[in-house]
C-alpha cells in the first residue's frame, strides 16, 4: 500500500480517529490523577540521557548482569545480524510463540524464522490479525486498529477461528493459541525497558499473552533495543508506568519483571541497528507509547503507512532514518509540533525532521 | 509526494536571486498600502514579511500541483525548473482577482488596528519575504543567507522594534533570526498589541490557532483577550490552543492532497461555525475544503472596515 492507496483507504483514518478519540481523554484523566506521572517523566528522560551519553558502560553492565544470572548475551551490530543470532537459538521445525514487538518488526525477525521452517504465531491478538492478513502494523500500540469486526472475522477463519462477535472471535483465538502455547518450542518477546542493575526485563500488556510466550516455553528469547537499558528497576518500572499512562491505558493490566529461572534457557539479544551511532540519538528517549502517531494529522490520515518497514508517523520518520538509513518520507510532516507537545519526553521530533531534510538537501542538486 | 528536490531548488533559487519565493520582485505583489494612509516614521515598523501577499498565488499554484501529484503527468513537472520566468506572469493570470483584494483588505485592516493602538509606520522597501520555507525545507544555509539580506537592510534603516502580520514571520524573526543572524529586534505579532474596541459582529466564531501562535509562540490566551474586549462571541474546540491541530497548509506544495485531507479533519473538529484564522497559510488552506472561514484582523474592525 503507498500513501495515496492509504489515503483513499478510509478504515484507516476512521481506524486512528476511533482510537485517538478513546485513548486521548483517558491520557488526560491519567495525568490528571496521578500528577506524579509528569515527574516519573521527567525522571525518566533524565536518567536516558544520562545512559545513551555513556552507552558502551550501561550495555557492558547490563550483559555482565545478565550472564552473571546465566543468561546468554548476545550484541546484533544490524538487522541481519539479530536475525542470524535468533536463528542459531531457535533452529529449525520449531514452534515458536511471539510476543508483540516492534523491534521484532524492525528486523523481520518472524517472516525470517518462517523461511527457516519454523512454525511462528504472534500471539497479541492484534498482531496476530496482522500477520494472518500479511499486513503491517498500523500503529506501533495498536497494529490492528484499521480492521472491522467483520474484517477481523474474516481473517481469522484461517486459523479455523469462527466468531459472530468480538467476544466469540476474542474466545476462539483464546483457545486456539492455548494449544500453541503448550507445545512451544521458543518464547520470544521485546523489552520494554531492561534493568541494569538486576538484569530484569520489563513488559507491559492487557491481553496476558506476553507473560504465557515468555514463561511457557523451554527457551525465551528477549529482543532488547540497547535504548532500553534503565540503571535501576525503580526507573524500569515507572518506564513501564509513563509508557501505559501516555498511550491511554493507566494502569496497565499485567506488568512483567522476567528473568532467568531454573529449567528455562534464557538469551538476549542486544539491538543496535543504527542506534549507537546516529545524528538523531534525541529519538532514542523515545518510550513507544504511541501518542505522538495518533495525535498526527499526517498520520490521521495515512497511518503507518507514513513510513519505513516498521515504523511510521512522527516518531516513526526518525526511527526509519536511524534504522533503515530512508528519510524522505519526511518530507510529509507538517512540522506542526503537535508530537512534540504530546510526547512525555518532549522529544523535538520537528527539528529532527528538518535535520532529515538538511541532510537529504545535500543530495539534491542545487 | 512531488520531488521535493525540485520545490526546494526552485524555492532557494527564486528566493536568493530576488528576495522572493515566486520569483519576483516584491513591487509586483505588494500594493495593499497604496490605498492606505501609511506613516513613513514610528516606533513599530510594521513588517508583513509577504506572506499574506504571496499566498493568493501559492494558492493557484497548490490548485494546480493537485492535479500533476501521483499522475502520470508527474514526471513532467521536473521541466519546470528551467521555465521559471513564466511562472509568476501565468500565475498572476489564474490567480482570482478577489484572493488579491482580501489579502490587500486584511492587511489594510491590520495596519489600521495597529495605527490607532500604537505609533506604527511602513516603508515597502523594508519589507522583505520572511524565508520561513526555506527553514522549514531544511535549508539553512540558503535560509541564513536570505536572514542576513532581510537583517542587513532593516539594521542600516535603524529598526529597533517590528511588528509583524502573521505567525510565520513573526516566529521568523522573533526566534529564528537571532539564531541565524545577528538581530536583536524587539519582536511582536499585531495581535499582542492591538487594543480592539467593541464591534458590532452577528454570529458564533471558532477559533483556529495556527500552530505557531498555539505552540511555538504561546500567545493563544493573548488573542482570547483581545477577542474578549471586541464582545465577538467565539468558542473554542477541544484542539485548541497549544494542543491545536494543523491546517495542512505547510505540506501543500509538496502534497496537495494529503495537504487538503488533513484540512479536512480540522474542519470537522472546528464544526459548524464561522472560522477564525490567523495566518493567510490557515485561512486558504482551510477554505480548500470549502469551510466559512474568515481572517481575525476582519473581524476584530467594525464595518466600516477600519478600527476606531
Request: with cysteine; hydrophobic share 40%.
Amino acid at each position: 500500500m503507498d500513501i495515496y492507496e492509504a489515503l483513499a483507504n478510509k478504515s484507516i483514518r476512521n481506524g486512528i480517529l476511533r482510537s485517538l478519540r478513546n485513548l486521548s481523554p483517558q491520557v488526560e484523566k491519567n495525568l490528571q490523577e496521578h500528577p506524579y506521572l509528569l515527574e516519573y517523566a521527567e525522571e525518566l528522560k533524565k536518567a536516558k540521557v544520562e545512559v545513551l551519553e555513556n552507552l558502551d558502560f550501561w550495555i557492558d553492565k547490563a550483559s555482565k548482569i545478565l550472564q552473571a544470572k546465566g543468561v546468554e548475551v548476545f550484541y546484533a551490530r544490524d538487522a541481519s545480524e539479530a536475525r542470524n543470532i535468533a536463528e542459531k537459538i531457535v533452529g529449525a521445525n520449531k514452534i515458536v510463540v511471539k510476543a508483540k514487538s516492534m523491534v521484532s518488526e524492525e528486523i523481520h525477525l518472524r517472516e525470517h524464522l518462517e523461511k527457516m521452517g519454523n512454525e511462528v504465531l504472534e500471539t497479541d491478538l492484534g498482531e496476530l490479525i496482522v500477520q494472518l492478513a500479511n499486513d503491517k502494523p498500523m500503529h506501533s500500540v495498536i497494529p490492528a486498529l484499521h480492521y472491522s469486526e467483520e474484517q477481523v472475522a474474516e481473517i481469522l477463519k484461517k486459523i479455523g477461528v469462527n466468531g459472530k462477535n468480538a467476544e466469540e472471535l476474542a474466545k476462539g483465538v483464546r483457545i486456539f493459541m492455548r494449544k500453541k502455547f503448550l507445545n512451544a518450542d521458543v518464547g520470544i518477546s521485546g523489552c520494554n525497558a531492561l534493568s541494569a542493575e538486576t538484569g530484569r526485563i520489563f513488559l507491559i500488556e492487557n491481553e496476558g499473552n506476553i507473560r504465557l510466550s515468555t514463561t511457557l516455553p523451554k527457551r525465551y528469547i528477549a529482543l532488547v533495543g540497547i535504548e532500553k537499558i534503565l540503571p535501576n528497576d525503580e526507573l524500569a518500572l515507572k518506564s513501564v508506568l509513563v509508557q501505559a499512562a501516555f498511550f491511554g491505558t493507566f494502569p496497565p493490566t499485567y506488568i512483567n519483571v522476567n528473568e532467568k529461572v531454573d529449567g528455562q534457557e534464557m538469551y538476549a539479544i542486544f539491538i543496535d541497528n543504527g542506534r549507537k551511532v546516529t545524528e538523531f540519538r534525541e529519538q532514542l528517549l523515545c518510550i513507544r507509547c504511541g501518542r505522538c502517531q495518533l495525535e498526527c494529522p499526517v498520520f490521521q490520515n495515512l497511518g503507518n503507512v507514513w513510513g519505513g518497514s516498521a515504523y511510521g508517523g512522527p516518531m516513526g520518520v526518525v526511527w526509519t532514518a536511524i534504522t533503515e538509513k530512508r528519510s524522505e518520507i519526511c518530507f510529509l510532516s507538517t512540522l506542526c509540533g503537535k508530537c512534540r507537545e504530546v510526547c512525555p519526553m518532549k522529544i523535538n521530533i520537528p527539528e529532527m525532521m528538518r535535520k532529515i531534510r538538511r541532510l537529504l538537501k545535500k543530495s539534491f542538486r542545487g | 509526494m512531488i520531488d521535493p528536490s525540485l520545490i526546494v531548488d526552485l524555492l532557494s533559487k527564486n528566493v536568493l536571486e530576488t528576495g522572493n519565493p515566486l520569483g519576483v520582485s516584491n513591487e509586483k505583489i505588494n500594493n495593499w498600502w497604496k490605498e492606505t494612509k501609511i506613516k513613513s516614521r514610528g516606533e513599530w515598523l510594521f513588517f508583513t514579511g509577504m506572506l499574506y501577499q504571496l499566498t493568493p498565488y501559492i494558492e493557484s499554484l497548490v490548485s494546480y500541483l493537485e492535479k500533476f501529484e501521483n499522475s502520470k503527468i508527474q514526471s513532467i513537472l521536473k521541466f519546470a525548473r528551467y521555465f521559471r520566468f513564466l511562472a509568476f506572469p501565468t500565475l498572476k493570470l489564474v490567480t482570482p482577482k478577489r484572493s488579491v483584494e482580501e489579502s490587500n483588505e486584511i492587511l489594510k485592516n491590520i495596519y489600521s488596528l495597529l495605527d490607532s493602538s500604537v505609533e506604527v509606520f511602513y516603508i515597502p522597501e523594508l519589507d522583505t519575504y520572511n524565508g520561513i520555507l526555506l527553514y522549514d525545507y531544511g535549508d539553512d544555509e540558503s535560509f541564513a543567507t536570505h536572514a542576513k539580506f532581510v537583517v542587513k537592510k532593516l539594521k542600516e534603516a535603524n529598526i529597533k522594534k517590528i511588528v509583524t502580520a502573521d505567525p510565520h514571520t513573526t516566529y521568523a524573526l522573533k526566534v529564528l533570526y537571532p539564531k541565524f543572524t545577528d538581530a536583536d529586534f524587539e519582536v511582536r505579532s499585531y495581535l499582542e498589541l492591538i487594543n480592539p474596541k467593541k464591534v458590532s459582529k452577528n454570529g458564533e466564531f471558532v477559533i483556529h490557532d495556527p500552530c505557531y501562535y498555539g505552540r511555538y509562540l504561546e500567545i493563544s490566551d493573548l488573542v482570547r483577550e483581545k477577542l474578549k474586549k471586541t464582545g465577538i462571541n467565539y468558542k473554542d474546540v477541544r484542539y485548541s490552543k497549544k494542543l491545536t491541530n494543523c491546517c495542512g497548509g505547510p505540506i501543500e506544495a509538496l502534497t496537495p492532497k494529503i495537504s487538503k485531507a488533513v484540512a479536512e479533519l480540522r474542519a470537522k473538529e472546528l464544526g459548524n461555525s464561522k472560522i477564525l484564522t490567523m495566518c493567510p497559510i490557515c485561512l486558504a488552506n482551510l477554505r480548500r475544503v470549502n469551510v466559512d472561514a474568515i481572517d481575525i484582523s476582519l473581524v476584530l474592525c467594525n464595518e466600516s472596515g477600519r478600527a476606531e
